[in-house]
């Protein structure tokens, strides 16, 4: 594959940038080359600077569920612009993707706007802090509730891939106050709240984990969590910025039938612009300003062109049948990929929930961050370079998930399969 302009890009990126990206798992570290550079995006398909052409499966990351520029999208931000771009007062678009949210998910009674999934979390576990008057926090190794401070403990995502566990430059009085737990263990989690029954403030967890690969939750480990919680004062906060619209129009916590005091959301209801937020009960969003004493604020926050395309984004999604496509064209690519490797020399393990899957190099079954981290990356490594060569564009790290979107068809899919089919039948050789 010619990626002569983008290797020419990434060069000069690199001496502007900070390994010429803007986050670090674009600089396909994990799996070397070099990134293509995008210069367009349509439906299930991205461009890059050389003309290449590839499916895509990372979506940016989960916001594009309704696939590249989708015109509906595409038509309300043209109107949108035209309006104006940012005003620092209120409007009415932000009272409509609230009810959106708040009638698709009925724990948020209330929702505030940020700009990143980064900036939920950040806000939602201050909010949870001044709630409760506790400072702890449990999170589960292989998480990844973005960047702040307290958080960059025993992180997934790029942190994993990158094995950083822990960031330089988070101050270990912040760090002491987080605790970190195994993904899917309700005795760890039992045995924190025992040792500290009074300073934990909340438990934050991906209620299907997505960042160390995919990772479900075993039957009834949310519910163990919501029980934990409310003996011992803390709060629940499912951090659904990846699964929030995309497991299902409710998230995880309609699917499990999970009330939790506050939910995390990004990427979806921003509909391709930056967007995060975070909602739950009104007797504790109630503590926020100006309203309560917890502050946090933004001078782009609730933005009238992100709240319009969320806002178009979701009325898409709330139409009748379409989480039963998604699921189909998920399962074909499950299916399609079970049946290659089940002609394979050796075991892989496919773990999907919805439209997010990965597939871990390891025979063995994958429940939390220590058994993914068996898999084998630099198989993972070559894996992903077959299928760029072959026009498939896979997230560029093992502890990652795909994300299908609306746009990809059964032709997408097909092509993908026997993408794969060369991809493994190469590295079996
Ligand atoms: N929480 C989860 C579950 C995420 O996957 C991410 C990012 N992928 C974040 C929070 C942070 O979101 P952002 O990158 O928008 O800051």
């Not at 990965?358 to 063995?364: I, L, N, Y």
Request: with cysteine; net charge negative.
């Amino acid at each position: 594959m010619n990626l002569r302009r983008s290797q020419e890009l990434f060069e000069e990126a690199q001496r502007y940038i900070p390994g010429g990206v803007d986050s670090p798992v674009r600089a396909f570290k994990a799996v070397g080359g070099t990134p293509p550079f995008i210069v367009r995006g349509q439906g299930s398909r991205i461009f890059d600077a050389d003309g290449n052409e590839f499916i895509d499966y990372v979506c940016s990351w989960g916001p594009l569920i309704l696939g590249h520029s989708h015109p509906k999208v595409v038509e309300a931000i043209k109107q949108a612009v035209e309006r104006g771009t940012t005003f620092g007062a209120p409007t009415e678009l932000e009272i409509t993707l609230a009810k959106m949210i708040s009638a698709a998910i009925p724990s948020i009674e209330m929702v505030r706007f940020v700009n990143s999934g980064t900036e939920a979390t950040m806000s939602a576990l201050r909010l949870a802090r001044g709630f409760t008057g506790r400072d702890k926090i449990v999170k589960f190794a292989g998480g990844y509730h973005g960047h702040a401070d307290g958080l960059l403990v025993k992180g997934g995502s790029g942190l994993a891939t990158l094995s950083l566990p822990n960031s330089p430059g988070v101050p270990e009085s912040y760090a002491q106050n987080t605790l970190v737990a195994p993904y899917n263990s309700t005795e760890a989690v039992t045995q924190l709240f025992r040792h500290y029954p009074k300073d934990i403030a909340a438990v934050i967890i991906e209620p299907v984990a997505a960042n160390m690969g995919v990772v479900p939750p075993k039957p009834g480990f949310l519910d163990d969590l919501r029980r934990l919680t409310s003996e011992y004062g803390a709060l629940l906060i499912l951090d659904e910025v990846i699964t929030g619209f995309r497991v299902a129009y409710g998230g995880v916590q309609t699917v499990y039938g999970i009330t939790p005091d506050l939910t995390c959301l990004g990427k979806i209801i921003g509909g391709g612009l930056p967007v995060g937020a975070y909602g739950g009960k009104r007797e504790i969003m109630e503590m926020m300003a100006p309203v309560g004493p917890v502050y946090q604020a933004g001078t782009l926050s609730g933005n009238p062109l992100a709240m319009t395309a969320g806002i178009e984004t979701l009325k898409v999604l709330n139409q009748p049948g379409v989480y039963e496509r998604l699921e189909k064209t998920s399962a074909r690519l499950e299916e399609g990929i079970a049946k290659v490797v089940s002609s394979l020399n050796f075991k892989l393990n496919i773990s999907r929930f919805a439209s997010l899957l990965t597939v871990f190099f390891t025979a063995e079954p994958v429940v939390d961050y220590e058994s993914a981290a068996q898999a084998n990356t630099k198989l993972f490594g070559k894996f992903f370079q077959q299928l760029l060569a072959q026009g498939i564009y896979w997230p560029p790290s093992q502890f990652e998930a795909t994300f299908t979107s609306l746009a990809h068809s059964e032709e997408d899919i097909q092509c993908t399969v026997e993408a794969i089919d060369m991809a493994l039948s190469h590295l079996q050789n």
